[in-house]
Structure formats: structure tokens, C-alpha cells
């Protein structure tokens, strides 16, 4: 019978070779060790034992090449223990290799009489060693890498209808750490043979990413490790920013960062900086690509960073490579001139020829001229041109301030970016004029050098442009208040006027003009002054002592009304800020918003572009690869947008080749996210869907996530700093539950710790329940429902309500309380379930206030109606805050409570004489024993009038808890009543 079996194995193996021994072709991230089907002659591998175990067996493929094989098959024998063991095989750089085994087995059943004996397996093992001299190795030395089963085993019928049965299995070995290794397999009774066997690792294979070249990396030894890797540019490019990738362990580059740019001259071709050919050119590393030479230039080598101008044509300093070379304009048109006075207005049209360039202007020469047209010099400072001398953009300009009777000769100038590089008279346009007689300018400086009651002495300085002889002078002057209604002439030919006739203590305007041949010039601007109310004049300034007490009495005046302006301001300072402050805090507080379920939405990409920012993707710069998440890589980085500052961020990314429904459920937690806006709620800035990757963009929490920040900081906060995180998130979940918000998913991993210790919560994205479909799975980042934080109903009948978020967080409590601890330690989720419906609850953390542990077990009660809302959570933990010293009292201070109520009438009832502890104590409820004494309920007779509203006050918010409470004290009330009636008066 073994040998029928022996034979049949041998049958198929023949056939079998036909097909698999055609050239492979192996993925070029593995790298092969060992190929049994590629080694020359035998393999001589050691088998034990040596007789009747394994046999090497030589069968000719298809192409005559000979294919070494193992095969065993003594199915008739048991306790079989054959053994064969592979050469040394040198590890190389790898630390976890890959066995890929090709066999064929016989299928036990078609053996007759081989039941008890026949098995359908068989065992590898590895051992490791540093030198390839170990010949003789102890079967117990080998460590087992698997037990091998068959896909597919074939019978003795297969082989006549050629029905191939071969078998592929793969398996991996790590970590490694000596130099080399041994694989061994172990038969115990089957009947197989081994067509083939490959050892390989994986690795990165070489590679280039945005003109970084990456060399082959070996992957790491963890198989979810990261192995980062620097790129370098390739020739010819340069870094815009450190180039990196991480290689994965699966063989494949992941999150290429940061990139190289080819030098100017150079552009990108085919993964290459490739130089620019004749004709073109790259300016700038941040060009697209070579661009041809713009018109009117050339470059005449390979490489060019820009283009020569042809003959003639030319390029200012300020002109990118790309703008065409152009040349200067030719001279304006049409110049005229139209003099008046001593003021010239040139007036021209464009030049017939621009240079080709959008920027014309024009310049304005000025000179004077001699008598006979000749020995010109410029015209100086004094000359005034509206709108402007230089780089004039309109085509004409008026002149003035130019003296009578001269002659000027003007030039235009035509002028663009290149005129610098090529003057000449050509771009020029002249007109010469001579100026006419012109009055003079206006006098200016005008003195007061005697005031009296009735008159005043005024001098002044000749015009600055007398523009000939000065023939007289006019005064005009009149009372302030009669507003040039009514004013007086007064005429000199000196350069002072002796003004009469005014009133007493009265402000008077003053103006003064000279008259030449061409006429009076313009007065000059208003100048006032204030008569004296006595007949002495005061020579000098021009004061007196009622103008002196004028002065004092409006300077005390101003200053009064700058203390009332001060005063009022500050005032309105406050009233601004007041009012600032309550704008803030309606906006820490608006109004009720609930939540909109974005899977709600026809299209649900409207969700997202309602509720989410879309951000440039040039506005983000990723820094590192800081985790992996359920679709593709977590990244830190920064996020600079236009006019704010930069800020970190925490990038996720969708991994490439997604499908349409994996993107709709990545940017879900983005349409909810940007619903919420809490400080205890992450943040969402943005997302990214206009280009790949996509991506969601959150403010960076810098201590990562709650369990692990606590786990690495066991032991170091204060109890207030730790209540003070649990009212933070407490914080979150009320925000949410007002807007209607059911997280589901609520545990210390999903709350975020920033470098504040601020916590906020996250997650938002993975704890969605299909409610109308009863068979849908939940599913969250970690798998199926979190038994541990879930309440008890949610798990029963998937009713996920603000109540079993309340559960979940009374889990959270006890996590911070424990510093990380796992809830329930190593209890199967199947024992959580039982232990919890039985009514088991978890005990205190070593050193938690009881209070804080009551409160968690208000979170825990059975049924979701008597558990505290977060509205009371949040009272009670600013209650706890203010009160310090009701978490001064722990745990470990009394044995942990039973949560089965006595009633009144109970055996353990005290006497109503007793004191309010040992009430408490009798009716198990000695958990609320610190909020009656800090309540100030020491005694029975003021506890017995307790109500409702007052046990919510003091912080027993369990409604249970509450009836059973007053209806004790009732019962106290009743019984300190009998007593009374029975007590006979002295």
C-alpha cells in the first residue's frame, strides 16, 4: 500500500513540474536566499534518518531541466519522525525571512488501511547560528515555525485526470539576530513531496520620488515598523526640502516627504533632470519646465538658465527670462505748448513705436535759456510740474513757478524698461517758449508789531516771486465773525500798514496782495489777530494782560474738556469691554445646535463641503509619520495659511488606490468634526479633497492619547489635577450631548491630551451603528464593540444613547483614576458581560476618593434612566473642585460598598438616637457620609427634614439612592415621633 501511494506521489510530481518550473518572476521588493529550483545538481540536504525518510528525487521539466524534489511516504508504519534539514543559509542584512513551500500530500482517505497512521501534515522549524560548521544538530535545538496543512491533497483518481493539487504555503521567521539559519521539516506520517522551496526577505526596492533617489532598504524586524529612509537628489537638482520616505514592513514606500527641484537649465524627464535642449531654457528651480526662448532672443548651448537678446533688443533687470527682449519707444508726437504767464502746458501724443512693452512713461527736461536762445541750464528746484516730472503715465504736464520773461526750452522723453540700455536724442520730443509779465505771488509772513485798543501795526516780506516791480500793496481785513461779509481796503506802497478804527477786545482776518504791471497777485492766506480792551499798547508780541488772561482762561478751559473727554473714554473703554466680554461668552455659549448626521445626505461630499474648511495643499507641510491609522498614514506637520500664523497640525491621509466608499467614510469624521466647536472638543482646520492625498487636518495634541500619557506619567499628578482632567472631558460630552451627539466610542484612547494637559475628545469617525439593520456590525479602530466601556444595553440591543455614553464615561473615570489601568483587568469580554449583568461593578483604584468612585457608580447603574445627565456631572466635579476636602477620604479607608439598598425596616436599621454615619453605615449608604458633613447634616433631627432638592444639592444625584434615603429618614422621623409621645414630662 506504501508503495502504491509512494508511486502515485511520484506520478503527480512528474506533472506537476510541467507547469510550476516555467520562469518566475519574483516581486522586486523580495529578495531571494534560497531557491531550490535554481540550484545545480543535487541538494544534498541532510535527512535522518538516512534510510527510508526523506529521498531526494531528480525530475526533468518541460524545457529537460532538472528539478531537485524531497518526498516521503511511509503512510503504513506510525510513530513516524523523519526529519530534513536544510544548508546553512546566510541571513544577509535581513531580520525576518520568508519560507515559501510548493508540495503535493495524498489525501489519508483514498489510502485503504492507513487510518491510524496516514496524517496529512507536516511540521518546519528553524535554528539559528552563526557559522555554517553545525552538522549535527539536537531535534529540541529547532524552534517550531508552524504546523503545514494542505489547501488541496490529491488521489490516486486525480493523477489519471491530471488535476493539479499543489499547494503554496508561506511563512514567516523573525526576528533574527545571528548571522544565519537552518530550516528543518518533520514528517510524521504523511505522504508528500516537496517540489519546491524559496527563502527570501523583503525589502524597499530602489527607488525615485519627486528626484530623490532611494536606495533598497530592508524592512524592519517588527512587522509594523517604519524604517526611515533619506533620499538624495539625483544629478543635476537640488533640495527644496529633506527628501524621506518610511519603508513599511510589507516591502513598500511609504509617505514620500519633502522633494528635490532640478537646477536651472535642467528639467524633469522620466524620473531624471534631463538638460534643457538648444533654443530653451529654465530661469528658475521652481519653473515648471525648459520653455523656448521667448521672441527676439536665443541661446546656443544645451542647459541655458535663460535666452540671449538679438541685436537691438534688449531686457531690463527687472524682466523675467520669459518676457520677450523689446526696445526702447521713438520719440512722442504732436508736441505743443500753451504758455500762460509764467505757467507752460505741454500737451503730445503717443510714440508711433512702443518697444513692444506695456510700460510707457514719460519724462519732462526742463532748462533756461539766455536771451538768444543759447547757454541753457536747468531749470533748478523751484519749478513746480503737476502731476509729475518723472515716469509720467498721461500725456501731459503742467508747469509753473517759472519766472517772467525767460525763455525755457522742454523735452519729452519717451521712455520703457530699456531705455536705460539705449538713449538717444531719437526718443525726444522739444518745444521752446518764452513766459509773459506775471503778477506776483502771494506775501506771506505777516507780523503784528503793535496792538492797541482801536488799532494795529502789521508788516510783511516781499513776494518770494516779486516777477517785476512791486507797485503797492492792499490790505483786506474784517471781524472774524462777519465772515468776509463785510471788509476794508487799505492800500500802501511799503511793506507795513498802520490799521485804525477797529474795536476794542475783537478778532480781526487780515490779508495782504502785491500789484505789479501785470496786475495783483493772489492775498495771502489769513492771518488774525485780537485788539487790546486798554488804550497802552504792548510792544513786542503783540500781548497784553487781558489777552494773557484770554489764554489762561481757554487753557483751563482745554484742559477741562480734555480730563471730561479722557474721563468719558475711559468710560466707554470699560463699557467696550464689558461688552466684548459678553460677546465672548455668548459665543463660548450659543445657542442649542444639534447635530446633522452627514450620512444623511443624498451626496455626502455635501457634508463636507458644508461642515469642513478646504485647505490648499501648499498651505501644509507634513513633518513625520507619527502613527498608522484605518486608512492610511497619521502625520505631523504644519499648517501655515495666508495672513496667520503657523501652527502644528495633525495630518491623516488616505492611503492611495481607495475605493469611492472608503473616501466618503474618511471624510465622514471631517463633516462631523466641523459641526463642533468646544474647547474640549478636537478641532478640525481642514481638509484636503481637491488633490491626492486626501487629507483631514486637526489641531496636534501633543501628549497623544489620554491611557498612554497616563500609563507614562503613573503616579504624578494631584487628585484635583485628575478631576480636573475628568471634568474637561465631562465638558465635551455635555457639548455633545446637547447638540444630540452620541459618541459610542467613548474611552481614555479616544480622548486627546495637548501640552496643557487640556483633554478633548476625538474619534469621530469609526463609531457609527447601522440601528435598522440588527446583523451590522459595529465596528470602531480597535474592532468589534468595546465590551469595557459599553453599556449594558447598548451591547444587548445596540441602544446607544447619551445614557450609555454616560456608562462609558464613568469608565473613563475609573481609567484616569487608575492611571491607565485596563478595565477588568484580564476578564474575557464574555466574563465583562456576565460579571456586570449579575451586578458586579469595578472597585476603586487604589487612593480614589469616594466620592469620585460613587460617582462612578451612578454612571453604572442598570437602568440608563438613573444615571446622572452630564449637566450633573459637571456640577458635581466643580463641586468636588471648590470642596477640596471632600477627595481627601479614599477607598482604602473603608471595605469597597455593597450596592444592594436595606430597606428601612431591615435587621441592620440603628436606632434613630444614633448618629448620621451610623444611619448611613445601617442602610449601606455611608458612601454620601463626607457630603453630609460638608453639608452640615451632622444630626438625625436635621436630616430627617431633608428633601429631594436637597439631596441633588448636597450631590447624591442617583434617583434610587435618593427614594431610599428619604424614605429612611422618614422612617427616622416616625420613629423619633413615637419616642416623643412616650417620654413623660418632669
Given amino acids: 500500500m506504501a508503495t502504491i501511494a509512494f508511486s502515485a506521489t511520484c506520478a503527480l510530481l512528474l506533472w506537476i513540474t510541467h507547469i510550476a518550473s516555467s520562469a518566475r518572476v519574483y516581486p522586486p521588493n523580495e529578495v531571494t536566499l534560497l531557491d531550490s529550483r535554481t540550484v545545480q545538481g543535487e541538494l544534498k540536504w541532510v535527512s535522518s534518518p538516512t534510510e527510508g525518510g526523506w529521498e531526494e528525487v531528480s525530475i526533468m521539466d518541460e524545457k529537460n531541466t532538472p528539478i531537485r524534489t524531497y518526498q516521503v511516504c511511509n503512510v503504513m508504519e506510525p510513530n513516524q519522525n523523519n526529519w530534513l534539514r536544510t544548508d546553512w543559509i546566510a541571513r544577509g542584512a535581513a531580520q525576518r525571512i520568508y519560507v515559501e513551500i510548493k508540495f503535493t500530500l495524498r489525501d489519508c482517505n483514498s489510502l485503504p488501511g492507513v487510518m491510524g497512521t496516514c496524517k496529512e501534515t507536516f511540521n518546519l522549524y528553524y535554528y539559528e547560528s552563526n557559522n555554517d560548521k553545525e552538522r549535527y544538530i539536537r531535534e529540541n535545538q529547532f524552534i517550531k515555525i508552524d504546523t503545514i496543512a494542505a489547501d488541496e491533497s490529491f488521489t490516486q483518481v486525480d493523477i489519471g485526470d491530471r488535476i493539479m493539487k499543489l499547494n503554496t504555503e508561506v511563512r514567516d521567521v523573525g526576528v533574527l539576530t545571528r548571522k544565519g539559519f537552518y530550516l528543518a521539516f518533520q514528517d510524521v506520517g504523511a505522504c508528500i513531496a516537496l517540489v519546491s522551496v524559496r527563502i527570501f526577505y523583503k525589502k524597499c526596492p530602489l527607488t525615485v520620488r519627486n528626484l530623490a533617489q532611494f536606495p533598497d532598504t530592508t524592512t524592519g524586524a517588527d512587522t509594523s515598523s517604519l524604517v526611515e529612509v533619506r533620499g538624495s537628489c539625483v544629478d543635476n537638482s537640488e533640495e527644496r526640502e529633506v527628501p524621506k520616505m518610511y519603508c513599511g514592513a510589507d516591502g513598500e514606500w511609504l509617505v514620500p516627504i519633502g522633494s528635490c527641484l532640478c537646477n536651472p537649465g535642467f528639467e524633469e524627464r522620466a524620473g531624471a533632470c534631463q538638460a534643457c535642449k538648444i533654443g530653451y531654457y529654465r530661469a528658475l528651480a521652481s519653473d515648471a519646465g525648459c520653455s523656448k526662448c521667448p521672441p527676439h532672443s536665443y541661446s546656443v548651448r544645451e542647459g541655458s538658465t535663460s535666452c540671449t537678446c538679438d541685436k537691438g533688443y534688449f531686457r531690463s533687470e527687472t524682466d523675467p527670462a520669459s518676457m520677450p527682449c523689446t526696445q526702447p519707444p521713438s520719440a512722442p508726437q504732436h508736441l505743443i505748448s500753451n504758455v500762460n504767464e509764467t505757467s507752460v502746458n505741454l500737451e503730445w501724443s503717443v510714440p508711433a513705436f512702443s518697444g513692444g512693452r506695456q510700460d510707457l512713461a514719460y519724462n519732462v527736461v526742463c532748462k533756461r535759456c539766455g536771451p538768444d536762445g543759447q547757454r541753457c541750464e536747468p531749470c533748478g528746484v523751484g519749478v513746480h510740474y503737476s502731476p509729475q516730472q518723472l515716469s509720467l503715465r498721461t500725456t501731459r504736464v503742467s508747469i509753473n513757478e517759472l519766472q517772467a520773461h525767460t525763455n525755457y526750452t522742454f523735452q519729452v522723453w519717451a521712455v520703457n524698461g530699456v531705455s536705460p540700455q539705449s538713449p538717444g536724442p531719437d526718443q525726444a520730443a522739444s518745444v521752446t517758449v518764452t513766459t509773459n509779465q506775471a503778477a506776483p505771488s502771494p506775501v506771506s509772513s505777516i507780523q503784528a508789531k503793535d496792538i492797541t485798543r482801536h488799532g494795529v501795526t502789521l508788516a510783511w516780506q516781499q513776494p518770494e516771486r516779486p516777477n517785476g516791480v512791486i507797485l503797492e500793496y492792499e490790505v483786506k481785513y474784517y471781524e472774524k465773525d462777519q465772515n468776509e461779509r463785510s471788509y476794508r481796503i487799505m492800500k500802501t506802497a511799503s511793506r507795513n500798514a498802520d490799521i485804525k478804527g477797529l474795536s476794542p477786545l475783537t478778532t480781526y482776518v487780515f490779508h495782504v496782495r502785491a500789484r505789479t504791471a501785470a496786475g495783483y497777485g493772489e492775498f495771502s492766506a489769513p492771518f488774525e489777530f485780537m485788539t487790546n480792551s486798554v488804550p497802552s499798547p504792548i510792544i513786542g508780541d503783540g500781548a497784553n494782560s487781558t489777552v494773557l488772561l484770554v489764554s ?261 473615570m475609573w481609567e484616569v483614576m487608575s492611571y491607565g489601568e485596563r478595565p477588568y483587568w484580564d476578564m474575557s469580554n464574555q466574563d465583562v458581560i456576565k460579571a456586570i449583568e449579575e451586578g458586579y461593578r469595578l472597585p476603586p483604584p487604589m487612593d480614589c476618593p469616594i466620592s469620585l468612585h460613587q460617582l462612578m457608580l451612578d454612571c453604572w447603574q442598570k437602568e440608563r ?122
Fill in 552 to 812: 489762561v482762561i481757554g487753557s483751563v478751559v482745554l484742559l477741562l474738556i480734555f480730563i471730561a473727554v479722557f474721563v468719558i473714554g475711559r468710560r466707554r473703554s470699560k463699557y467696550s469691554k464689558a461688552k466684548q466680554d459678553s460677546d465672548e461668552e455668548k459665543h463660548l455659549h450659543p445657542g442649542v445646535r444639534i447635530y446633522v448626521d452627514p450620512f444623511t445626505y443624498e451626496d455626502p461630499n455635501q457634508a463636507v463641503r458644508e461642515f469642513a474648511k478646504e485647505i490648499d495643499a501648499s498651505c501644509i507641510k507634513i513633518e513625520k509619520v507619527i502613527g498608522i491609522g484605518e486608512f492610511g498614514e497619521v502625520c505631523s506637520g504644519r499648517l501655515k495659511m495666508p495672513g496667520k500664523r503657523e501652527i502644528c497640525v495633525a495630518i491623516k491621509t488616505l492611503k492611495a488606490g481607495y475605493t469611492e466608499k472608503q473616501r466618503r467614510d474618511f471624510l465622514s469624521e471631517a463633516s462631523i468634526m466641523g459641526q463642533f466647536d468646544h474647547p474640549n472638543i478636537i478641532r478640525l482646520e481642514g481638509v484636503v479633497t481637491k488633490c491626492k492625498p486626501v487629507m483631514i487636518i486637526t489641531e496636534y495634541m501633543e501628549n497623544g492619547s489620554l491611557d498612554a500619557f497616563l500609563r507614562k506619567n503613573d503616579g504624578r499628578f494631584t487628585v484635583i489635577q485628575l478631576v480636573g482632567i475628568l471634568r474637561g472631558i465631562a465638558s465635551g460630552m455635555k457639548y455633545l450631548s446637547d447638540m444630540s451627539y452620541v459618541h459610542r466610542d467613548l474611552a481614555a484612547r479616544n480622548i486627546l491630551v495637548n501640552s496643557n494637559l487640556v483633554c478633548k475628545v476625538s474619534d469621530f469617525g469609526m463609531s457609527r451603528v447601522l440601528e435598522e439593520d440588527p446583523e451590522a456590525a459595529y465596528t470602531t479602530r480597535g474592532g468589534k464593540i468595546p465590551i469595557r466601556w459599553t453599556a449594558p444595553e447598548a451591547i444587548a440591543y445596540r441602544k446607544f444613547t447619551s445614557a450609555s455614553d454616560v456608562w462609558s464615561y464613568g469608565i473613563v
Fill in 865 to 986: 434612566a438613573e444615571r446622572p445627565k452630564f449637566s450633573q456631572i459637571v456640577n458635581m466635579l466643580d463641586k468636588l473642585i471648590r470642596n477640596p476636602n471632600t477627595l481627601k477620604r479614599t477607598g482604602g479607608e473603608i471595605a469597597r460598598p455593597n450596592t444592594t439598598l436595606l430597606e428601612p425596616s431591615s435587621p441592620e436599621f440603628s436606632s434613630p438616637l444614633g448618629t448620621v454615619s451610623d444611619w448611613l453605615s445601617a442602610i449601606n449608604m455611608e458612601r454620601y457620609r463626607d457630603n453630609f458633613t460638608a453639608a452640615g447634616y451632622t444630626t438625625p433631627e436635621a436630616v430627617v427634614h431633608m428633601t429631594q432638592d436637597d439631596m441633588t444639592r448636597i450631590g447624591i444625584s442617583s434617583a434610587t439612592h435618593q427614594d431610599k434615603i428619604l424614605s429612611s429618614a422618614q422612617g427616622m422621623l416616625s420613629q423619633m415621633q413615637q419616642i416623643q409621645d412616650r417620654m413623660v414630662p418632669v
